[in-house]
């Protein structure tokens, strides 16, 4: 057996014998030097391609041929139509640490080229055959150099166009380990194309073409006109629910597209940010997307945009990522406030209204014929609301209003007794600027008669507003009637939004009420559940719940929401502790308080099958307009669609 002393005494014997073997330092070969450099930079066929475009957009070019073969495993190949290089200057292009792009290190601070860091063209001949053929357009000739494997060879003298050809074939063929990492041909040619369509979208005036094994991916014609170009790579149906974006602050300009709330992704990546032409990633700037689309979208969707940024190179440090993705701002915090800003103020002015978009509609590409599906289900969806809107005009179905009033589920009746007085105080507690409200609800009285029976929905009074014409159908959807068409509203949804804002208001204004219980109700949970809650003790006393620990996995509930009033205290903790397990450990606070006012209004809200009364109906569609965004409910849900007048003309065959 062996002792603790004697293993120490072994332990340091084998310390001394390895380093003993341990090799004296050396400074690495160039070509070592350049392998790692290579890992840095190229790691996989899309990174070679990015790199040679971007010189190719460097030099000036007006059009860029891209072929690859086997996912640009085989061969990667780049021709440009740019300014070229001298023959004499071959060697240089793809020696380590050379450019023609920086002369100082000043010049670092106020980059304008794509490239910069000269590492690029001799990274890649460090690890594949390379070829790189040139003409400058004022010479007869240009000229070539072959480099395999780091190893270059004469500069020959070569026809060609003017412009630049760059070949990479076999990449990482003398590192097999680097090999090994590759993909399958498909998914490298993912990267590929993701790759060329960031730079495409980059710069939408170069034309662009694509080739994989012979076969035309891309071609893409120049045009300044971003849009077209959005539409080539992802599709009509997107470009056509894109919405134009610009802004400026002092130097600073933002431009670009963002997509409405009904069209979004489970994963963030076609969130497309460009600076001055660059593409980057930036988490700051992506939060303040998802913030700028807070409530618009599900959980767990992203939104989709296409923006550039467009500021003075001394304001931002381009040089922090060996490929250049990541930036750092000298004020991060103005972009993010311009950025947050910016969509804020576009979705307020704008009519997020969900679009059912008629097969027929799309006009003269006809979509009617490429997605007869489409336009089969549309056209049952109106018949079924025709249907519907006719049963309700027939005395067999409609119901009178005692009968009403019994087929009220007592938990809507509780949550209808809220006192949750809607028209009364939406001017107050919204911060919708006047100019966007219908005028008629400035004229509305700021309280309702207090003898009106206890309805969340106080009709009122309509002396000067036009009653809007709206029905209930199917116990769950409201159609109305609107200057554009109709809407058919999703009662749940449009009610939780509503409450969503007015409830965000008060929490932010601190004018939430909250009921004191006389009797302080103790709640039973899971040890967890207990702990959780008591972590978030502050944040829940914000929201008007406040507890307290009886120990163990006891929690006392002594006040919570008015608005909650009539669902027990068991049912409101029980309820709380979801969203805040779901948010795990160290949500954000904002976070949270939003997802418990969700929770919150999705709680108090009027139900899918609670059939209400026809004045109920017209106060909620009235309160349509009085809410920041009624176009979606705090999930992300829209509340409404619409069937502009065209549309049922067209689906009518009236046009
Ligand atoms: P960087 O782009 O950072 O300068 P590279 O290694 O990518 O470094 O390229 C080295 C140099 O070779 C560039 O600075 C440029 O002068 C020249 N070069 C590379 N590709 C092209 C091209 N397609 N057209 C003209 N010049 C090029
Ligand atoms: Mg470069």
Redesign the pocket.
């Known amino acids: 057996m062996v002792s603790g002393g004697d293993r120490v005494a072994s332990d340091a014997a084998n310390f001394l014998i390895s380093c003993d073997l341990m090799p004296s330092i050396r400074l690495l070969p160039p070509s070592v030097v350049n392998k790692i450099a290579a890992g840095e930079v190229i790691e996989r066929p899309a990174s070679v391609l990015k ?2 475009v ?3 957009l ?2 000036g ?1 007006r059009r860029v041929d891209v072929t690859v073969e086997q996912g640009g495993v085989d061969l990667v190949r ?1 021709v ?1 139509d ?4 001298a023959p004499d ?1 071959l060697p ?3 020696a380590t640490h ?5 002369e100082t290190a000043d010049d670092l601070f106020r980059v304008r ?12 001949a460090e690890v594949s055959r390379f070829s ?1 053929r ?1 003409r400058q357009p004022d010479r007869p000739a240009g000229a070539l150099l072959e480099v395999v494997g780091g190893q270059a060879g004469p500069v020959e003298p070569c026809g060609g166009p003017p ?2 050809c ?1 070949e990479v074939r076999n990449l990482f063929f003398n590192t097999p380990v680097r090999r090994k990492f590759l993909r399958s041909t498909q998914t490298e040619m993912g990267h590929i194309s993701e790759s060329l369509t960031r730079l495409a979208l980059a710069r939408s005036d170069v034309h662009f073409t694509l080739r994989h094994n012979e076969r035309l991916i891309y071609d893409l014609p120049a045009s300044n006109d971003l849009l077209a170009r959005v539409a080539l790579f992802f599709g009509r149906e997107l470009a056509d629910d894109l919405l134009a974006v610009e802004s400026c602050d002092g130097p600073n300009r933002l431009v670009g597209w963002v997509a409405r709330p009904s069209q979004s992704r489970a994963h963030p990546r076609m969130q497309y940010l460009f600076l001055n032409g660059r593409h980057i990633r930036d988490r700051a700037l992506q939060h303040a997307l998802g913030e700028a689309y807070r409530g618009l979208l599900l959980t767990g969707r992203y939104p989709i945009c296409f923006l550039n940024l467009e500021m003075p190179p001394d304001e931002v440090d381009v040089n922090v990522h060996p490929t250049k993705l990541e930036v750092r701002f000298q004020d991060g915090g103005r972009i993010y406030s311009q950025l947050l800003g910016t969509l804020r103020t576009k979705f307020l002015s704008t009519d997020l209204t969900h679009r059912l978009d008629p097969a027929g509609a799309a006009g003269s590409d006809g979509a009617s014929e490429h997605d007869p599906e489409h336009a089969a289900k549309l056209r049952s969806e109106l018949v079924d609301w025709a249907k519907g809107q006719l049963a309700a005009r027939t005395p067999a179905s409609a119901v009178s209003e005692p009968e009403a009033a019994t087929a009220v589920a007592p938990a809507r009746q509780a949550v209808l007794d809220l006192g949750v007085r809607l028209p009364g105080r939406p001017l107050e507690l919204n911060p919708v600027p006047r100019e966007w409200l219908p005028p008629a609800a400035e004229s509305r009285p700021e309280v309702a008669p207090s003898n009106s029976p206890p309805s969340a929905f106080r009709v009122p009074p309509s002396a000067s507003v036009a009653p809007v014409r709206a029905l209930q159908i199917h116990d769950r959807y409201l159609v109305a009637e609107s200057d554009e068409g109709v809407l058919v509203i999703d009662q749940h949804a449009l009610h939780e939004r509503i409450l969503y804002e007015q409830f965000r208001e008060r929490v932010l204004s601190g004018a939430l009420e909250s009921q004191n219980l006389l009797i302080p109700e103790a709640v039973d949970l899971s040890a967890a559940d207990a702990s959780l809650l008591m972590e978030h003790r502050e944040t829940l006393a914000k929201l008007g719940v406040q507890i307290e620990s009886l120990g163990g996995s006891t929690i006392l509930v002594s006040s919570y929401p008015a608005m909650l009033a009539k669902l027990s205290p068991v049912e409101i903790v029980r309820a709380v502790v979801e969203p805040l397990a779901a948010a795990g450990r160290t949500p954000e606070r904002r976070d949270m308080i939003d997802e418990l006012l969700h929770m919150m209004s999705c709680k108090a809200a009027i139900k899918a099958g609670d059939r209400l009364t026809d004045e109920e109906v017209t106060a909620l569609v009235e309160q349509r307009h009085l809410a920041q965004d009624t176009h979606h409910c705090p999930h992300g849900r829209p509340t409404a669609l619409v069937f502009t007048r065209d549309d049922l003309d067209r689906q009518f065959k009236r046009i």
């Open positions: 790199e040679l971007e010189n190719a460097d030099a070019a780049v440009d740019g300014g070229g290089i200057e240089l292009a793809v050379a450019t023609s792009k920086l080229t794509l490239g910069f860091r000269g590492e690029a063209l001799a990274s890649i790189l040139s412009g630049t760059v």
